[in-house]
């Protein structure tokens, strides 16, 4: 049982480690953040643009939104204003992120017009 602990002890220092650095991780953020906006959001203003989907249907390429989508796309105004703020921090261009968090906050502004819309409709028609 001795041989058998110092064995494995001695493979464990032994053996190389891996880690994740700095630029692998950077690398991989745009990679994901590249295939969020290519496979799970339609970019633009319109209606259902720049909405992150939940998932989508391999076959149609058809996007599948949550009951509730303002969820993620408040996860997503989160991530872009960080992104923001480092990009700012290591002073490159922000440009394209700031707009892209305009256009999400408005799509946020959009969901909250409509939904007051909807209650003023059902207070006006009693039901």
């Known amino acids: 049982m001795k041989k058998i602990i110092i064995v494995l002890l001695l493979f464990a220092f032994v053996s190389p480690v891996f880690a994740q ?17 290519q496979y799970f959001m339609v970019d633009g203003d ?6 992150p989907a939940k998932g ?13 989508p303002i969820i993620d796309l408040g996860h997503y105004i989160g991530v872009l204003a960080t992104e923001r ?8 261009d922000t440009e394209e992120t700031e707009r892209e968090l305009f256009v999400a906050l408005s799509r946020i502004l959009h969901f909250v017009s409509v ?10 028609g009693g039901y």
């Open 85 to 92: 703020a480092l990009l700012a921090a290591d002073n490159q």
């Open 46 to 51: 319109g209606p259902g643009m720049s909405i």
């Open 21 to 37: 650095t700095e630029e692998l991780n950077l690398q991989k953020y745009w990679y994901y953040r590249y295939r969020l906006k």
């Open 115 to 124: 939904k007051e819309a909807e209650q003023r409709s059902k207070i006006a």
């Open 56 to 68: 989508r249907n391999r076959d149609g390429g058809f996007l599948n939104w949550q009951e509730n």
